[in-house]
């Protein structure tokens, strides 16, 4: 496997080398798109969320807001338990108010409409959190509770979207060429939404590997609105990287060895900002690709869990094509380190990222 051959074969990337490098690409980013408020925004983001998750670990171990591990985990990760978790409140809570900052000096419906959707999902993470904590166990919602309130916020949010007529139908692939969806607009953004959130949540299974990912790809959602230069978007693009910083603040106190987790209430909510984002500003194309880590963590399961039943029918013994899903914790039973597997997995998101860029100026 490609991404495995790549795992021990360059150099170190950490939290510093991360940061800088995100830093440096949105200073080159504010010449070029001549506006400050780019590393403006990201920096001061950022360090709210340094303060702010500083601090809040204080209150979440007050609270006993700590984490549950599950029985089935890599053995390594049992001394991971107790530590504090529900971290997402700490990018959330200073997101929302930005949003309801611009949404009061623009009286904008698009953006009073994106606030209302990632409420929803980060009270729906919240409460799932909050469970997992009362009853002892890695267990909040059950699936299939949990899904039907993702699909009630993600319906009311297309359909008040659809009907404000902030959706186009016409998804832009190049210069040259759309694609035209018609009514399967409805299912692309619902899959979106919801699989985004699901996703991310799938991914948020070592330290700093959701985190890191996030800030990298809400770079790469940022520069491609920027790319597009409509003045009515560029909100967006800022909105984005005020994510990337939130995200990499949080990231120094998530990264490995984790001081604090985000839980479902940062995951869940992650993964919805991102497809909420993609349908008000079109940018399907590009999202697909700078998040393929997150699709291949999706993947990883909907192969597994269904190569199990398939075989389980034809054999009457399950079987798997990975030792364990997400496929992150498959290498972990490799013997790979866990911070070296978060590692070589950001190192993929940025070539993705890249990937997307360059494929969005060329074609």
């Known amino acids: 496997m490609i991404l495995q051959k790549m795992i021990g074969k360059t150099k170190s990337l950490n939290f510093s080398s991360l940061f800088f490098l995100i830093l440096f690409s949105l200073i080159i980013n504010s010449f070029l798109f001549k506006n400050l ?13 340094i303060v702010i998750t500083k601090y809040g670990l204080k209150i979440l ?13 890599s053995p390594q990760h049992f001394n991971k338990k107790h530590t ?4 997402g409140i700490f990018i959330f809570l200073p997101f929302l108010l930005l949003l309801l900052i611009v949404n009061n000096r623009f009286d904008s419906i698009e953006v009073i409409t994106l606030f209302f959707c990632i409420l929803g999902f980060f009270i729906i993470g919240f409460i799932d959190d909050y469970l997992s904590i009362t009853n002892k166990k890695n267990i909040g919602f059950k699936t299939h509770e949990k899904f039907i309130l993702q699909a009630l916020i993600s319906i009311l949010f297309i359909g008040f979207a659809y009907q404000s007529n902030l959706i186009n139908t016409t998804i832009p692939i190049s210069n040259d060429w759309s694609l035209e969806t018609n009514i399967l607009i409805f299912p692309i953004c619902f ?3 919801v699989g985004l959130s699901n996703a991310v949540n799938l991914t948020d ?3 700093g590997l959701a985190s ?13 609105i920027f790319i597009r230069g409509q003045k009515d978007l560029i909100i967006y693009g800022l909105i984005s990287y005020a994510m990337s910083g939130l995200c990499m603040g949080f990231l120094k106190y998530n990264k490995f060895p984790a001081k604090i987790f985000m839980g479902d209430t940062g995951s869940l909510t992650i993964g919805a900002t991102l497809g909420s984002i993609a349908i008000l500003t079109n940018s399907f194309f590009t999202l697909f690709i700078i998040s393929g880590i997150f699709i291949l963590e999706t993947l990883s399961v909907i192969i597994q ?3 199990f039943k398939i075989t389980k029918r034809i054999y009457k013994n399950g079987r798997r094509v990975f030792l364990m899903a997400p496929i992150h914790h498959h290498f972990e039973l490799k013997g790979i380190k866990e911070e070296k597997i978060v590692e070589k997995f950001w190192k993929v998101n940025i ?3 890249l990937l997307g860029i360059v494929l969005k100026i060329s074609l």
């Open 84 to 87: 504090p978790t529900m971290g």
């Open 305 to 307: 869990v269904g190569f």
């Open 191 to 193: 899959i979106t939404l």
């Open 351 to 353: 070539l993705l990222v």
């Open 205 to 207: 299974g070592l330290d």
């Open 212 to 224: 890191g990912c996030s800030s990298i790809v809400f770079y790469g959602l940022g520069t491609e």
């Open 61 to 73: 171990k007050k609270f006993n807001l700590l984490q549950n591990i599950r029985d089935e985990v």
């Open 37 to 49: 408020q780019i590393i403006n925004i990201f920096l001061t983001f950022f360090f709210i969320s």
